[in-house]
C-alpha cells in the first residue's frame, strides 16, 4: 500500500523560483528517501535522511524531517527548466520495504 | 558501467500470451524488486527478493511470476492472468531492502 503521501499533487513556477514539496507518513521511520523522475525514465535518488537528522542538503536541494508531525519536505531552491519531474518520497515505515507516495508532478516554466 | 538493465524498453503483446520482462544488475546488490507505474500514478511494489533463490509477493502479486536464480537477474513474467497488464513497469536494486534504490530505464509493455 502507498502510505507515503506527496503534497501537492502538482507544482507549476517560474525559473528561478523556489520549489517546496510535503510528504506525510504514518508511522514510525528508521529514514525517508526522495527520488526524481523524468517523464518515461526510471527513478533517480536524491537524498536520503535518517529519523535522528533533521534537514540535510545536496547542491540546490533541502531536505527536512519532522518525526513528530511525520512529515518531510523537499526544497529545491533556484529552479531551472531541468527540474521539470515528478519528485517521490520512500518510507520504511513497513519495516521490511520502502513504501512509496503516489508523487509531486514539478513543472518549471521558463 | 556498473548500472541496472532493462530489456526490451517497449513491448507488445497479444491478450492471452505471457510475456518476460527481463531486469539485469552488476551491482553486486542483493536486494531486487519489481514495480508497476500506471500513468500520472505513483509506484506499486509487485514482487521483491532479498537474497538469490527467494522472493516475496508485494502489494500487486496477482497475474505476476518472478524468479531469482541468480544474483544478477530477477525476470518478472506477465501471465494472461493478469487483467490489465498495459503499464510501464520498473525494476530497482539496492545493497538492503531499506536502503537506496537503484532503478532500471523501465519497460513499457502495451497489450494489444
Known amino acids: 500500500s502507498q502510505q507515503g503521501e506527496e503534497d501537492p499533487q502538482a507544482l507549476s513556477i517560474q525559473e528561478g523560483e523556489n520549489a517546496t514539496m510535503n510528504c506525510s507518513y504514518k508511522t514510525s521511520i528508521n529514514n525517508l528517501q526522495w527520488y526524481r523522475q523524468n517523464s518515461g525514465r526510471g527513478l533517480v535518488h536524491l537524498i536520503l535522511?535518517?529519523?535522528?537528522?533533521r534537514e540535510k542538503h545536496s547542491g540546490r536541494l533541502r531536505v527536512t524531517l519532522d518525526t513528530s508531525k511525520k512529515s518531510s519536505s523537499l526544497l529545491i531552491t533556484a529552479s531551472r527548466a531541468a527540474d521539470t519531474a515528478s519528485y517521490f518520497c520512500?518510507?520504511?515505515?513497513?519495516?521490511?520495504?520502502?513504501?512509496f507516495g503516489a508523487g509531486t508532478i514539478l513543472r518549471v516554466k521558463s | 558501467d556498473g548500472g541496472i538493465t532493462q530489456s526490451p524498453k517497449y513491448l507488445f503483446r497479444k491478450e492471452g500470451q505471457n510475456v518476460t520482462l527481463s531486469c539485469e544488475q552488476n551491482?553486486?546488490?542483493?536486494?531486487m524488486y519489481w514495480y508497476r507505474q500506471d500513468p500520472g500514478q505513483g509506484l506499486r511494489l509487485i514482487y521483491y527478493?532479498?537474497?538469490?533463490?527467494?522472493?516475496q509477493k508485494g502489494d500487486i502479486a496477482e497475474g505476476y511470476s518472478v524468479s531469482r536464480e541468480k544474483k544478477e537477474s530477477f525476470p518478472l513474467t506477465v501471465t494472461s492472468a493478469q487483467k490489465n497488464p498495459t503499464a510501464f513497469y520498473l525494476c530497482a536494486s539496492s545493497i538492503d531492502r531499506l536502503g537506496k534504490q537503484f532503478f532500471g530505464p523501465g519497460t513499457r509493455l502495451t497489450v494489444l
Open positions: 551491482l553486486n546488490h542483493d536486494a
Open positions: 535522511i535518517r529519523s535522528n537528522e
Open positions: 520512500a518510507t520504511d515505515e513497513d519495516g521490511n520495504k520502502l513504501v
Open positions: 527478493s532479498q537474497i538469490v533463490n527467494d522472493f
